[in-house]
């Protein structure tokens, strides 16, 4: 194991991952009492012949149910924390490292145009990749028409199931606070009142906003007083990095926990099988996205797209694992940084803002998702004015979706509503695609988050700010000089 490079690491824990879950759902084992008063045990009249008499007897048989609950019990109380733990230990080094880098960068350009021409470049080209995602997912969905002629039957049955489902009125309650919140709220939650309460509910854009308000001054500020700060900054950025590196040897254990987990939520196959159609059409469209954003690295930063991609797969492969671009940020930001070669002060600004504001993978998703839940059951919806008006809704509500699991759903909701979507109807929309959002949220947060890793290359590189030859640091690269 040791030579393997470490993105084979994560698939191997990946791949086994999933065996392990499909292996714990079809066969049943676990000791009974473990279950008793949470699984129903089945039972079953058996007809033999004794004596040429027939017996009626009762076997208690593992009903699919049993198994299915059986491997849920065991996954959640023994499996499932390691990944837990895993993402945690991400979390608890994001703020640290959001704002160690942030401020060590933005007091490295020693200029403020310097800061400026980088901030709008990175909101252009940030724009630039939702808007060409956006299109991209609309084109395919209109073309291929995923949701004209579903089954009245199979729309029956997943409105049944999933129409009252919490999940679903998880996202539409959520939505509505987020409408009912004004349309400056988002704009107001940027500037916190109490840097401490957001560095406790780890609010990305405020802890964001005070590095980039600390770097500035530090830039205004006599250079002699500024240094100490800086240099505290600089060496807390060195430190979190080499957590990343310690926390990364985990990684490999960790998706096998979190991908386990996964397998065993799936609940419906069938249903699943009935929405491959729309699925293909999106991950078909963050493919296609993905390979836009290996010719921008090919075309504009001059580098080999698939040196790109080797450097960026374990990233991409926790963004997969943990379906969130916030808990990936700090393994983003030492591969764009030490592997990529992005100057720090272009990585940790990019990088972080990008986590909370690009999603292309999402917005991608946002528009095959509302046009397939109009093909279903609202065609007469479907006219040129509104898929423009999605093109609009979808890159902002991509831009206020938070960087966690599932988030992208219920700013669906609000890309439905702004065209006029009857809200009677939201319930069976959110259903309807339900089913496979889980997968379908792996594989956007993978797109997410290689779009912010080529942004940076791309903004890097027009600042002059990509190294040619990137020297990453191992775990132990000081180790030996201090134990001699
Ligand atoms: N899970 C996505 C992310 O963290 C957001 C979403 O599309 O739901 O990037």
């Excluded at 690491?9 to 279950?35: A, D, Y």
């Excluded at 002699?224 to 990364?248: H, Q």
């Amino acid at each position: 194991m040791k030579k393997l490079a470490l993105h084979w690491k994560i698939i191997i824990g990946m791949v086994l991952g999933v065996v392990f879950g499909f292996v714990l759902l079809s066969t049943s084992w676990g000791r009974e009492e473990v279950v008793t008063g949470i699984i129903p045990a089945y039972e079953k009249v058996v007809e033999s012949i004794d004596n040429g008499k027939v017996v009626h007897s009762v076997e208690f048989v593992e009903a699919e149910e049993v198994k299915e609950l059986k491997a849920k019990h065991f996954i959640s109380r023994w499996v499932a924390p390691f990944g837990t733990i895993f993402i945690n230990l991400l979390k608890l080094i994001a703020i640290p490292l959001i704002l160690a880098s942030l401020i060590k960068g933005i007091s490295d350009l020693k200029d403020i145009s310097k800061i400026k021409s980088m901030g709008l470049r990175t909101i252009s080209i940030y724009v630039g990749t939702t808007v060409v995602a956006i299109i991209i997912g609309l084109s395919i969905v209109n073309v291929v028409e995923p949701g004209v002629g579903m089954p009245e039957e199979t729309i029956e049955k997943i409105k049944l199931k999933y129409e009252d489902d919490d999940g679903v009125t998880d996202k539409l309650e959520k939505a509505v606070a987020q409408k009912e919140a004004g349309p400056l709220q988002p704009l107001v939650d940027i500037f916190p009142n109490n840097i401490f309460e957001s560095f406790v509910e780890v609010s990305m854009l405020q802890v964001i906003f005070f590095a980039f308000f600390v770097g500035i001054c530090l830039l205004l500020v006599d250079e002699k007083k500024a240094k100490p700060l800086i240099n505290f900054f600089d060496s807390l950025n060195e430190v979190v990095m080499k957590m990343v590196d310690l926390i990364m040897f985990f990684a490999p254990y960790a998706v096998f926990a979190l991908l386990a987990n996964v397998i065993i939520a799936f609940d419906d196959t069938e249903i699943l099988i009935k929405l491959l159609y729309y699925a293909f059409c999106v991950i078909g469209g963050l493919i296609l996205m993905i390979v836009f954003y290996l010719v921008l690295v090919g075309v504009y930063a001059k580098k080999s797209p698939f040196w790109f991609l080797k450097k960026i797969s374990p990233a991409q492969l926790l963004a997969f694992s943990t379906s969130s671009s916030a808990a990936t940020l700090p393994v983003t930001m030492e591969r764009v940084e030490e592997h990529l070669g992005v100057d720090k002060e272009v990585a940790g600004f990019v990088l972080p803002v990008g986590a909370t504001v690009n999603m292309d993978g999402t917005s991608l998703y946002q528009g095959i998702a509302a046009v397939f839940i109009m093909q279903v059951i609202w065609p007469e919806g479907l006219t040129f004015t509104n898929q423009l008006i999605i093109v609009g809704t979808a890159l902002l509500a991509s831009i206020g979706s938070a960087a966690v699991p599932s988030a992208g759903m219920v700013m669906l909701v609000i890309v439905l509503e702004s065209v006029g979507f009857p809200e009677e109807l939201l319930p069976i929309g959110l259903a309807l695609i339900f089913a496979v959002d889980r997968p379908l949220d792996m594989c956007r947060t993978v797109v997410n988050v290689t779009g912010d890793a080529t942004v940076s290359m791309l903004v890097a590189k027009s600042l002059g700010k990509l190294q040619d030859e990137p020297q990453p640091k191992e775990w132990d690269d000081h180790y030996f000089e201090k134990i001699k």
